[in-house]
């Protein structure tokens, strides 16, 4: 395997994302080497006696708003000059299936987590290499959308998933949304399992998956289909 992905999470929260990281694949992947993570303590960059990380906004206004140095001084505790600098926003491009394959391929993430009513503006402008948005709604803290994008692009590093049939699959149906699936018991409280499933004609099982596939991303999600 080649060197590991680092991912640094700079955040106030670092307890919401080591449990987080301590399970299942994500903490395999680390085992295995593909990934190295570690969280950053925003507070730890902080040089007053009340490790203040948040300030009024100039100009007046409700809410307070994350000061600058600390920041600053956390990314550059960590960042190497290959670094992308991700900060997790409402207001950044959305996130979606191409963004997770192309920050896979990176070498180096770091997370930056906003809370309070936002960050400073010169973190954004001069700190911030992407800004990301994990979808259009409002959470009190950028953690578990820096986890959302972590979990989504940790799995695609290859040697994490091992290369089976189901990763191979995914990918070559990526854009449309996938078939309905079934297992035993054939029939389950009355409810039988469509019959070209158990018929043993891979052509004909091959033909209704995709026609499932394509019918169902047709109802539910036209917009996939334009793209
Ligand atoms: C940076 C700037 C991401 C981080 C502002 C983060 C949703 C997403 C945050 C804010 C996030 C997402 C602070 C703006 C709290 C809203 C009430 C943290 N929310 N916040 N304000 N969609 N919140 O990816």
Known sequence: MTAPLRIDVITLFPGMLQGFLEESIL???AQKGAVAFNT????????????TTDDRPFGGGPGMVMKPEPLFKAVESVATPEARVILMTPQGRRF????AAKLARQTHLVFVCGHY??????????LATDEISIGDYVLTNGVLPAAVVIDAVVRLIPGVLGNDSATT?????A???EYPQYTRPRVCRGLEVP???VSGDHEEIARWRQEQ????TQDRRPDLLEK
């Open 195 to 197: 019959e070209v499933l």
């Open 96 to 99: 979606d299936q191409a963004a």
């Open 27 to 29: 903490k395999r992947a």
């Open 169 to 173: 699959e995914e990918s070559f149906a």
């Open 40 to 51: 950053v303590d925003l507070r730890r960059f902080t040089t007053d006696r009340h490790h």
């Open 117 to 126: 009513e936002g960050v400073d503006e010169r973190v954004r402008t001069h």
């Open 175 to 177: 854009g449309r949304l």
């Open 213 to 216: 596939s394509a019918r169902r």
